[in-house]
């Protein structure tokens, strides 16, 4: 079982490898390398977790702490490569839960997200499980 583990992690860190190199190969051709100033890389030492946390955006958030939750250690190295590309200015941009799921989907993690359908009800929104539920119990107004 170990011998599958370790070859599932260097698959996963492979994969990691080659979307880091498509993501600085991307950035290079939609912008000009912009160079950090090597103060602020030397003297700042945060905690990568926080790092990643200051540029989620919606959703972002939610979707890191169910990673964190359903895949502890794997999302610990995704956050410490995540954190190494902020910190070299390779991701610069706000990072939605979306895409944050499709990272963690494209390296093999499926974090599972709680689904929520609304639908409409006299104007108003309502979860589909509340609107059957009413329906099944009949009209209670």
């Given at each position: 079982?170990?011998e599958?583990?370790?070859e599932?992690?260097?698959?996963?860190?492979?994969?990691l490898?080659?979307?880091?190199?498509?993501?600085?190969?991307?950035?290079?051709i939609?912008?000009?390398?912009?160079?950090?100033?090597?103060?602020?890389?030397?003297?700042?030492?945060?905690?990568?977790?926080?790092?990643?946390?200051?540029?989620?955006?919606?959703?972002?958030?939610?979707?890191?702490e169910?990673?964190?939750?359903q895949?502890?250690?794997?999302?610990?190295?995704i956050?410490?490569?995540?954190?190494e590309?902020?910190?070299?200015?390779?991701?610069?941009?706000?990072?939605?839960?979306?895409?944050?799921?499709?990272?963690f989907?494209?390296v093999?993690?499926?974090?599972?997200?709680?689904?929520?359908?609304?639908?409409?009800?006299?104007?108003?929104?309502?979860?589909?499980?509340?609107?059957?539920?009413?329906?099944?119990?009949?009209?209670?107004?």
């Amino acid at each position: 079982m170990s011998e599958e583990d370790s070859e599932l992690e260097r698959l996963k860190a492979k994969r990691l490898a080659e979307m880091q190199k498509n993501i600085s190969t991307k950035k290079d051709i939609e912008s000009t390398p912009k160079s950090a100033p090597e103060t602020t890389k030397e003297t700042i030492s945060e905690n990568p977790r926080d790092s990643l946390v200051k540029i989620l955006g919606f959703r972002g958030l939610e979707v890191l702490e169910n990673a964190e939750s359903q895949f502890p250690t794997e999302t610990k190295m995704i956050i410490e490569k995540l954190y190494e590309l902020i910190k070299t200015g390779e991701i610069n941009e706000t990072i939605d839960g979306g895409k944050l799921l499709t990272l963690f989907r494209s390296v093999g993690l499926n974090v599972r997200m709680a689904t929520k359908i609304n639908v409409e009800q006299d104007g108003k929104f309502v979860s589909l499980s509340d609107k059957l539920s009413n329906q099944s119990s009949g009209d209670e107004e």
